[in-house]
Protein backbone atom coordinates (compact mmCIF):
# COMPACT_ATOMS: atom_id res chain seq x y z
CA UNK A 1 0.00 0.00 0.00
CA UNK A 2 1.55 3.12 -1.25
CA UNK A 3 1.70 6.10 1.49
CA UNK A 4 1.46 8.71 -1.04
CA UNK A 5 -0.92 11.37 -1.80
CA UNK A 6 -3.96 11.06 -4.30
CA UNK A 7 -5.90 8.42 -3.19
CA UNK A 8 -8.21 10.60 -1.40
CA UNK A 9 -8.69 7.50 1.18
CA UNK A 10 -9.78 5.21 -0.94
CA UNK A 11 -6.48 3.58 -0.64
CA UNK A 12 -7.05 3.10 2.80
CA UNK A 13 -9.99 0.28 2.32
CA UNK A 14 -8.34 -3.20 0.63
CA UNK A 15 -11.13 -4.29 -0.97
CA UNK A 16 -9.09 -4.42 -4.09
CA UNK A 17 -6.42 -6.14 -2.47
CA UNK A 18 -9.04 -9.12 -1.02
CA UNK A 19 -10.48 -9.50 -4.50
CA UNK A 20 -7.15 -9.49 -5.72
CA UNK A 21 -5.81 -12.26 -3.53
CA UNK A 22 -9.06 -14.10 -3.79
CA UNK A 23 -8.49 -14.45 -7.80
CA UNK A 24 -5.12 -15.70 -7.16
CA UNK A 25 -5.88 -17.99 -5.04
CA UNK A 26 -8.80 -19.70 -7.60
CA UNK A 27 -6.05 -19.65 -10.24
CA UNK A 28 -2.90 -20.45 -7.90
CA UNK A 29 -1.05 -17.79 -10.23
CA UNK A 30 0.10 -14.42 -8.93
CA UNK A 31 -2.64 -11.81 -10.75
CA UNK A 32 -2.58 -8.49 -11.54
CA UNK A 33 -6.06 -6.78 -11.03
CA UNK A 34 -7.18 -3.11 -12.79
CA UNK A 35 -10.39 -1.84 -12.36
CA UNK A 36 -12.24 -0.93 -15.70
CA UNK A 37 -13.46 2.77 -15.16
CA UNK A 38 -17.24 1.05 -14.86
CA UNK A 39 -16.19 -0.88 -12.05
CA UNK A 40 -14.64 2.24 -10.43
CA UNK A 41 -18.06 4.36 -10.35
CA UNK A 42 -20.13 1.07 -10.05
CA UNK A 43 -18.83 -0.52 -7.54
CA UNK A 44 -17.18 2.60 -5.29
CA UNK A 45 -17.86 2.99 -1.23
CA UNK A 46 -20.16 5.64 -0.14
CA UNK A 47 -19.80 9.14 2.23
CA UNK A 48 -22.19 8.48 5.17
CA UNK A 49 -25.81 9.97 4.93
CA UNK A 50 -27.12 11.71 7.55
CA UNK A 51 -29.88 14.18 8.80
CA UNK A 52 -29.66 17.21 11.20
CA UNK A 53 -32.58 18.24 13.12
CA UNK A 54 -32.41 22.10 14.13
CA UNK A 55 -33.57 24.15 16.77
CA UNK A 56 -32.61 28.00 17.75
CA UNK A 57 -32.99 31.08 19.24
CA UNK A 58 -32.03 35.05 19.19
CA UNK A 59 -32.40 37.38 21.85
CA UNK A 60 -33.32 41.35 21.74
CA UNK A 61 -30.04 42.04 20.04
CA UNK A 62 -30.56 39.65 17.09
CA UNK A 63 -27.37 37.12 19.19
CA UNK A 64 -27.44 33.47 19.01
CA UNK A 65 -28.97 32.45 22.98
CA UNK A 66 -29.96 28.53 22.51
CA UNK A 67 -28.59 26.07 19.89
CA UNK A 68 -29.93 22.05 19.58
CA UNK A 69 -28.98 19.60 16.77
CA UNK A 70 -30.37 16.52 16.94
CA UNK A 71 -28.18 14.52 14.63
CA UNK A 72 -29.13 11.10 12.99
CA UNK A 73 -26.33 9.14 11.05
CA UNK A 74 -25.62 5.93 9.29
CA UNK A 75 -22.33 3.61 10.52
CA UNK A 76 -20.82 0.02 10.57
CA UNK A 77 -18.74 -2.04 11.98
CA UNK A 78 -15.64 -0.51 9.69
CA UNK A 79 -16.73 2.96 8.99
CA UNK A 80 -17.73 5.78 11.03
CA UNK A 81 -16.59 8.81 9.24
CA UNK A 82 -19.46 10.84 8.81
CA UNK A 83 -22.03 9.75 11.34
CA UNK A 84 -19.77 10.95 14.82
CA UNK A 85 -20.64 14.48 15.92
CA UNK A 86 -17.60 15.79 17.87
CA UNK A 87 -19.45 17.89 20.62
CA UNK A 88 -16.13 20.57 20.24
CA UNK A 89 -17.84 20.77 16.63
CA UNK A 90 -18.76 24.46 16.06
CA UNK A 91 -20.25 26.46 17.58
CA UNK A 92 -20.61 23.89 20.63
CA UNK A 93 -17.55 26.00 22.59
CA UNK A 94 -19.24 29.43 21.57
CA UNK A 95 -22.84 29.14 23.09
CA UNK A 96 -23.41 28.83 26.91
CA UNK A 97 -26.87 27.48 25.95
CA UNK A 98 -25.55 24.67 23.59
CA UNK A 99 -27.05 21.03 23.38
CA UNK A 100 -25.64 18.05 20.87
CA UNK A 101 -27.21 14.71 20.26
CA UNK A 102 -27.19 12.21 17.64
CA UNK A 103 -28.31 8.77 16.96
CA UNK A 104 -25.80 5.62 14.98
CA UNK A 105 -28.07 3.59 12.76
CA UNK A 106 -26.24 0.69 11.52
CA UNK A 107 -26.17 0.06 7.89
CA UNK A 108 -24.70 -2.83 5.33
CA UNK A 109 -23.83 -0.48 2.80
CA UNK A 110 -20.00 0.44 1.87
CA UNK A 111 -19.03 3.49 3.76
CA UNK A 112 -15.80 5.23 2.87
CA UNK A 113 -14.37 9.09 3.55
CA UNK A 114 -14.71 11.65 1.07
CA UNK A 115 -12.31 14.63 1.28
CA UNK A 116 -12.38 16.27 4.44
CA UNK A 117 -13.20 13.19 6.12
CA UNK A 118 -16.05 14.38 8.92
CA UNK A 119 -15.64 18.08 8.38
CA UNK A 120 -17.44 17.60 5.02
CA UNK A 121 -21.13 16.41 6.62
CA UNK A 122 -21.28 19.05 9.25
CA UNK A 123 -19.49 22.20 8.13
CA UNK A 124 -22.01 22.97 5.50
CA UNK A 125 -25.10 22.16 7.24
CA UNK A 126 -24.11 23.71 10.40
CA UNK A 127 -22.99 27.12 8.28
CA UNK A 128 -26.26 26.68 6.74
CA UNK A 129 -28.64 26.88 10.13
CA UNK A 130 -26.66 29.66 10.97
CA UNK A 131 -27.53 31.46 7.87
CA UNK A 132 -30.65 31.02 8.90
CA UNK A 133 -30.93 32.35 12.02
CA UNK A 134 -28.83 35.34 10.89
CA UNK A 135 -31.79 35.74 8.34
CA UNK A 136 -34.16 35.70 11.04
CA UNK A 137 -31.83 38.15 13.43
CA UNK A 138 -32.09 40.80 10.31
CA UNK A 139 -28.17 41.28 10.82
CA UNK A 140 -25.64 41.11 8.02
CA UNK A 141 -24.11 37.60 7.42
CA UNK A 142 -20.41 38.54 8.02
CA UNK A 143 -21.42 40.97 11.07
CA UNK A 144 -23.48 37.87 12.41
CA UNK A 145 -20.55 35.20 12.03
CA UNK A 146 -17.88 37.89 13.24
CA UNK A 147 -19.93 38.28 16.70
CA UNK A 148 -20.61 34.61 16.83
CA UNK A 149 -16.82 33.86 17.08
CA UNK A 150 -16.80 36.15 20.17
CA UNK A 151 -13.99 38.07 21.57
CA UNK A 152 -11.79 35.48 23.12
CA UNK A 153 -8.41 34.68 21.12
CA UNK A 154 -7.94 31.13 21.72
CA UNK A 155 -10.78 28.67 22.63
CA UNK A 156 -9.44 25.74 24.31
CA UNK A 157 -11.25 21.89 23.37
CA UNK A 158 -12.16 19.43 25.33
CA UNK A 159 -11.12 15.24 25.34
CA UNK A 160 -7.92 13.38 24.87
CA UNK A 161 -7.29 14.46 21.04
CA UNK A 162 -8.72 18.28 21.31
CA UNK A 163 -7.60 21.21 19.13
CA UNK A 164 -7.19 24.86 20.57
CA UNK A 165 -9.43 27.17 18.29
CA UNK A 166 -7.76 30.33 17.49
CA UNK A 167 -10.94 32.75 17.16
CA UNK A 168 -8.00 35.37 15.62
CA UNK A 169 -6.70 33.16 12.82
CA UNK A 170 -10.28 32.29 11.87
CA UNK A 171 -11.81 36.68 12.26
CA UNK A 172 -8.47 36.84 10.20
CA UNK A 173 -9.50 35.14 7.06
CA UNK A 174 -13.27 36.17 6.78
CA UNK A 175 -12.36 39.85 6.83
CA UNK A 176 -10.16 38.73 4.64
CA UNK A 177 -12.60 36.58 2.49
CA UNK A 178 -14.95 39.47 2.42
CA UNK A 179 -13.01 42.35 1.63
CA UNK A 180 -11.25 40.60 -1.67
CA UNK A 181 -14.76 39.40 -2.63
CA UNK A 182 -16.52 43.10 -2.10
CA UNK A 183 -18.78 41.53 0.14
CA UNK A 184 -21.76 44.25 0.68
CA UNK A 185 -21.46 45.42 -3.24
CA UNK A 186 -24.45 46.06 -5.15
CA UNK A 187 -25.43 43.09 -7.30
CA UNK A 188 -27.91 43.19 -10.37
CA UNK A 189 -31.21 40.94 -9.84
CA UNK A 190 -30.43 37.60 -9.48
CA UNK A 191 -27.22 37.30 -8.33
CA UNK A 192 -26.21 36.89 -4.71
CA UNK A 193 -23.29 35.93 -2.30
CA UNK A 194 -22.77 33.72 0.10
CA UNK A 195 -20.14 33.29 2.90
CA UNK A 196 -19.22 30.34 5.17
CA UNK A 197 -16.29 29.24 7.23
CA UNK A 198 -14.76 26.32 9.19
CA UNK A 199 -11.31 24.90 10.63
CA UNK A 200 -10.49 21.79 9.57
CA UNK A 201 -6.81 19.72 9.39
CA UNK A 202 -5.44 22.49 11.24
CA UNK A 203 -6.36 25.47 8.64
CA UNK A 204 -8.81 28.21 8.99
CA UNK A 205 -10.67 28.86 5.77
CA UNK A 206 -13.85 31.14 4.58
CA UNK A 207 -15.36 31.18 0.75
CA UNK A 208 -17.57 33.41 -0.40
CA UNK A 209 -19.71 32.30 -3.27
CA UNK A 210 -20.75 34.85 -6.44
CA UNK A 211 -23.77 33.25 -7.81
CA UNK A 212 -26.42 33.69 -10.47
CA UNK A 213 -30.32 32.04 -10.49
CA UNK A 214 -31.84 32.42 -13.90
CA UNK A 215 -35.65 33.06 -14.33
CA UNK A 216 -35.80 29.18 -14.51
CA UNK A 217 -34.26 28.54 -11.43
CA UNK A 218 -30.09 27.65 -12.90
CA UNK A 219 -27.99 28.05 -10.97
CA UNK A 220 -24.51 29.64 -12.01
CA UNK A 221 -21.83 29.88 -9.90
CA UNK A 222 -19.88 32.95 -11.19
CA UNK A 223 -16.63 32.90 -8.78
CA UNK A 224 -15.00 31.43 -5.65
CA UNK A 225 -13.36 33.58 -3.28
CA UNK A 226 -11.18 31.68 -0.66
CA UNK A 227 -9.04 33.16 2.35
CA UNK A 228 -6.31 30.42 4.01
CA UNK A 229 -4.28 30.42 6.99
CA UNK A 230 -2.45 27.59 7.60
CA UNK A 231 0.52 29.38 8.61
CA UNK A 232 3.94 30.18 7.07
CA UNK A 233 5.50 30.07 5.07
CA UNK A 234 3.54 28.75 1.47
CA UNK A 235 6.36 26.64 0.40
CA UNK A 236 4.80 26.00 -3.16
CA UNK A 237 2.67 28.69 -3.67
CA UNK A 238 1.13 27.16 -7.60
CA UNK A 239 0.64 23.97 -5.45
CA UNK A 240 -0.96 25.47 -2.66
CA UNK A 241 -3.62 26.84 -5.54
CA UNK A 242 -3.62 24.05 -6.91
CA UNK A 243 -5.28 22.63 -3.50
CA UNK A 244 -7.59 25.14 -3.06
CA UNK A 245 -9.16 25.22 -6.25
CA UNK A 246 -9.48 21.47 -6.85
CA UNK A 247 -11.38 21.75 -2.98
CA UNK A 248 -13.96 24.14 -4.85
CA UNK A 249 -14.33 21.96 -7.37
CA UNK A 250 -14.81 18.72 -5.35
CA UNK A 251 -16.90 20.21 -3.37
CA UNK A 252 -19.08 21.68 -5.65
CA UNK A 253 -19.08 18.31 -7.97
CA UNK A 254 -21.59 16.48 -5.59
CA UNK A 255 -24.11 19.28 -5.28
CA UNK A 256 -23.97 20.18 -9.16
CA UNK A 257 -23.76 19.17 -12.12
CA UNK A 258 -23.30 15.62 -10.67
CA UNK A 259 -26.25 13.26 -10.09
CA UNK A 260 -26.52 9.46 -9.50
CA UNK A 261 -29.43 7.12 -9.70
CA UNK A 262 -29.43 3.88 -8.41
CA UNK A 263 -32.16 0.88 -9.38
CA UNK A 264 -32.05 -2.07 -7.96
CA UNK A 265 -29.15 -1.38 -5.93
CA UNK A 266 -26.71 -0.60 -9.15
CA UNK A 267 -25.65 2.91 -9.92
CA UNK A 268 -26.74 3.30 -13.75
CA UNK A 269 -24.43 6.05 -14.97
CA UNK A 270 -21.05 4.31 -15.59
CA UNK A 271 -18.77 6.23 -17.73
CA UNK A 272 -18.18 10.12 -17.95
CA UNK A 273 -20.59 10.36 -20.85
CA UNK A 274 -23.24 9.94 -18.54
CA UNK A 275 -21.60 11.38 -15.05
CA UNK A 276 -19.46 14.01 -16.99
CA UNK A 277 -16.31 15.66 -14.86
CA UNK A 278 -16.72 18.51 -13.06
CA UNK A 279 -14.09 20.81 -14.43
CA UNK A 280 -12.84 24.12 -13.35
CA UNK A 281 -14.98 25.89 -16.03
CA UNK A 282 -18.23 24.34 -15.11
CA UNK A 283 -17.46 25.20 -11.45
CA UNK A 284 -15.76 28.45 -11.45
CA UNK A 285 -13.21 27.72 -9.17
CA UNK A 286 -12.24 31.31 -8.27
CA UNK A 287 -9.36 32.52 -6.61
CA UNK A 288 -7.56 32.06 -3.24
CA UNK A 289 -5.72 34.27 -1.00
CA UNK A 290 -3.30 32.87 1.89
CA UNK A 291 -2.60 35.23 5.19
CA UNK A 292 0.99 35.20 6.36
CA UNK A 293 0.71 34.75 9.93
CA UNK A 294 3.54 33.49 12.19
CA UNK A 295 2.04 30.18 12.84
CA UNK A 296 3.70 27.14 11.28
CA UNK A 297 2.87 25.83 8.47
CA UNK A 298 0.49 22.86 8.49
CA UNK A 299 -1.28 20.83 5.48
CA UNK A 300 -3.50 21.79 2.79
CA UNK A 301 -4.90 18.84 1.06
CA UNK A 302 -8.32 18.78 2.95
CA UNK A 303 -9.05 22.32 5.04
CA UNK A 304 -10.59 24.07 1.72
CA UNK A 305 -13.31 21.82 1.34
CA UNK A 306 -15.66 22.42 4.11
CA UNK A 307 -15.88 25.90 3.77
CA UNK A 308 -18.47 25.51 0.28
CA UNK A 309 -21.14 28.82 0.90
CA UNK A 310 -24.47 27.56 0.81
CA UNK A 311 -26.54 29.95 -0.81
CA UNK A 312 -27.77 33.14 -2.03
CA UNK A 313 -26.92 35.80 0.76
CA UNK A 314 -26.88 39.29 -0.42
CA UNK A 315 -29.72 41.45 -0.01
CA UNK A 316 -31.57 40.81 3.94
CA UNK A 317 -35.55 41.66 4.94
CA UNK A 318 -34.37 44.19 7.65
CA UNK A 319 -36.32 43.12 10.71
CA UNK A 320 -35.80 42.70 14.35
CA UNK A 321 -37.38 41.46 17.84
CA UNK A 322 -40.10 43.48 19.12
CA UNK A 323 -39.98 42.50 22.72
CA UNK A 324 -36.78 41.12 24.97
CA UNK A 325 -37.50 37.64 24.95
CA UNK A 326 -35.93 35.18 23.09
CA UNK A 327 -36.67 35.00 19.09
CA UNK A 328 -37.89 31.12 18.35
CA UNK A 329 -36.39 30.02 15.26
CA UNK A 330 -38.86 27.09 13.70
CA UNK A 331 -36.80 23.84 13.03
CA UNK A 332 -35.12 23.06 10.03
CA UNK A 333 -34.53 19.71 8.66
CA UNK A 334 -31.03 19.67 6.28
Not at 231 to 248: D, K, W
Request: with cysteine; glycine share 10%.
Amino acid sequence: MTRIGGGFGRRLSNDYMVEAAAISQKTGQPVKLTWTREDDLQHDHYRSAGFHFFKGSLDAQGKICSWRDHHVGFGNSSNKIGSSLNPDEFPGRFLANFRSEQSVLVSNVPMGPMRSPGNNVFAWVIQSFIDELAHASGRDLLDFKLDLLGDRELVPGTGPRAQTYNVTRMKGVLKSVAEKAGWGKKLPRGQGQGLAFHFSHSGYFAEVAEVTVDRDGTLHVNKVVVAGDVGSPIVNPSGAENQVQGAVIDASAPRWPWNSTLITGRITQSNFPRLPVAAPARCAAGRSAFLKTDYPPTGLGEPALPARPRRLQRHLRRHRPAASAPLPISPHRF
